[in-house]
Every structure is written in C-alpha cells, then in structure tokens.
C-alpha cells in the first residue's frame, strides 16, 4: 500500500514538473521592446535645406566645399527616403500599438495604417537579442500581400540592430543592408547603409553618418564607392564643416565652410 502511495505521489510531482515547464516556454514576461527609428532611418536633416544665398553678392562659388557636401549626401537621401517611405511609415505605426504573445517566445504585431496592413513578428533567439520580420500587404492599386519587406537582428539593450531590406513586392531582392550601434551613455552613434543588390551600379558602397565625442565636429558623413570616397565632418550646432574628397578636389586636404555655409580656410 505505501509503495502504491509513493507512487502515485512521484507521477504526481512529474506531471506538475512537466506543467512548470510547459508555462515556463509559454511565459510571456520577455515582451521585447523595438528600437528607437534611428536604427532603421539615417538623419540627413542637417543637409535637406540648401542655406540662402540670395542676399550675397558673391557668386555660388562662395558655397563650393558646402554645396558638394550637400550633393554628394543629397544622392543617397533621395534614393533611400523613396524606398524607405513605405517601411519607415510602418515602422514608426508599431510604437502606436501593444503586441500579441504568439508563445514560443514570438510575439506578433497587427495594424493598419493608409492602404497598408503591417505583421511585424519577433522571436527571442537567446537572451541578448531577437529577431524581427516586417510583412506588409496593400489593398491599394498596387495591391500585394505578406510581402516581407525587411528583417533583422537586435539587441535587448538596443546597442545594436541589424537590418536587412528587401527592394520592393515586384522586385523582391535584397538591396540595403543597414548596421547601426548605439553608446546610450557617451551619447554616440553610428549606422550605415550599404548597398548589396547584386548587378547594381552602386553595388558595394556604402554610406555611414554618425554623432561622435569631438567639440569641433561631432557628426559625419563617410560615403565610398568604387572609385571615390568623401569624408564629410560638421558641428551639428553651428553647422560649419569640412570635407575631404581626392577624387573630386585633386588632393587629400580638407575643404570647411563656416557657420553661414560659406569657404573658409580650415585652419581659422
């Protein structure tokens, strides 16, 4: 009779072992969070408005160094603010919503905005980081469905994310790759866009615009193609900077403009 007790009593602690275990995999406590848009968009906003020349006297001339800088950086904004349109729109609708919890450490979220129906899914791959997938449909002209448009990796702490974005639902091939790390406690940043569709032009290069520790010039640019690369520093207050570009200028020296846009000597 006590062995038939004791065993009753050991199944009975199995089968509650084996439910602990089972809410433990279904336990929705680790509801990740998404990082900020910075990791997804570059700011270009400090090159998006040319300065006003109209009251000087002096030719355009006067602007060269800026007005490069402006240019060369205003390539890569136009080309990704059209294909990221639709991407940062529903990524910016996600923040605006609350998550369901899928189990398996997936949560899923579902939500509309415009034409477009956004499923952006996430899964805990261990306990530094996740992974994340956007699928959007559209019930508009161009009408598709579940089109995964970009995937990525990111970190808990939101010190790193890792995307990969697909061009477009009747082109669906990779063609950006972005990596973008953050020192929330220094402050700095960096991301970078690199262009990976193969048989592109631009295949191969890249652009990186980061906030760094630096008095003089806390922000840069950095663009590289095959035959080129720019190097573009400023002060994100003053707006004054420098730029390097052998292949355009002819050297490796530095050419700056002050805070009203205009050439100046870099060493003044």
């Known amino acids: 009779m006590k062995q038939k007790t004791l065993f009753s009593l050991m199944a009975v602690t199995v089968i509650i072992a084996l439910v602990s275990v089972s809410c433990k995999k279904d336990d929705n406590g680790a509801q990740p969070a998404m990082p900020p848009i910075e990791s997804f968009q570059m700011d270009f906003s400090d090159f998006t408005v040319f300065p006003d020349t109209t009251d000087n006297l002096k030719s355009l001339n006067t602007y060269k160094h800026f007005t490069y800088s402006y240019v060369t950086v205003g390539v890569w904004n136009l080309i990704t603010t059209v294909a990221l349109a639709v991407p940062v729109a529903v990524y910016l609708e996600s923040f605006n919503h609350t998550p369901e919890f899928l189990g398996d450490d997936t949560w899923q979220w579902t939500y509309s905005i415009n034409t477009f129906t956004a499923r952006l899914v996430t899964t805990r791959i261990s306990n530094e980081k996740f992974t994340a997938e956007m699928f959007i449909s559209n019930t508009g002209q161009e009408a598709f469905e579940d089109f995964k448009w970009f995937e990525g990796t990111v970190r808990y702490d939101h010190t790193h994310a890792s995307w990969k974005l697909f061009e477009s639902p009747t082109n669906n091939v990779q063609w950006l790759n972005i990596e973008w790390t953050k020192n929330w406690e220094a402050g700095t940043s960096e991301?970078?866009?690199?262009?990976?569709?193969?048989?592109?032009?631009?295949?191969?290069?890249?652009?990186?615009?980061?906030?760094?520790?630096?008095?003089?010039?806390?922000?840069?640019?950095?663009?590289?193609?095959?035959?080129?690369?720019?190097?573009?520093?400023?002060?994100?207050?003053?707006?004054?900077?420098?730029?390097?570009?052998?292949?355009?200028?002819?050297?490796?020296?530095?050419?700056?403009?002050?805070?009203?846009?205009?050439?100046?000597?870099?060493?003044?």
């Not at 573009?232 to 050297?251: L, S, W």
């Open 191 to 268: 991301i970078t866009y690199t262009n990976v569709k193969a048989g592109s032009e631009k295949f191969g290069g890249y652009i990186t615009y980061g906030i760094i520790d630096d008095p003089d010039y806390d922000a840069f640019y950095t663009l590289v193609t095959a035959t080129n690369e720019v190097n573009i520093k400023y002060n994100t207050e003053t707006k004054a900077g420098r730029v390097k570009a052998p292949a355009h200028f002819g050297d490796s020296d530095w050419r700056c403009w002050n805070e009203q846009f205009q050439d100046s000597d870099c060493g003044q």
